[in-house]
């Protein structure tokens, strides 16, 4: 069985009943962690909150591959055209 390690960054969509921050569904997914991490970096200056996490994708072909990986032509930031701190 194939792996690949994922790099998936969340941004903050909301507030549960207890307060607590909700993430929806991952804007990007990277092989790199540094790719990751230098997204998070950007959409936080924007006033965005955003967290990274590590996880492992099982048996992707090469067409799936290069669907759920990002790359830096198809960053999600740049279609986020949304208000910074309004929910997704």
């Given at each position: 069985?194939?792996?690949e ?34 997204l998070k ?25 290069e ?9 999600p ?12």
């Amino acid at each position: 069985m194939s792996q690949e390690t994922s790099y998936d960054v969340y941004v903050k969509g909301g507030v549960d009943k207890l307060g607590r921050d909700e993430f929806g569904h991952a804007v990007a997914h990277f092989m790199d962690r540094n790719n990751a991490v230098a997204l998070k970096r950007r959409l936080e200056a924007r006033g965005e909150r955003v967290h990274v996490e590590r996880g492992t994708v099982y048996d992707l072909s090469e067409r799936e591959k290069e669907a759920w990986f990002s790359d830096y032509s198809r960053i999600p930031e740049f279609e986020l055209t949304r208000p910074p701190g309004e929910a997704i």
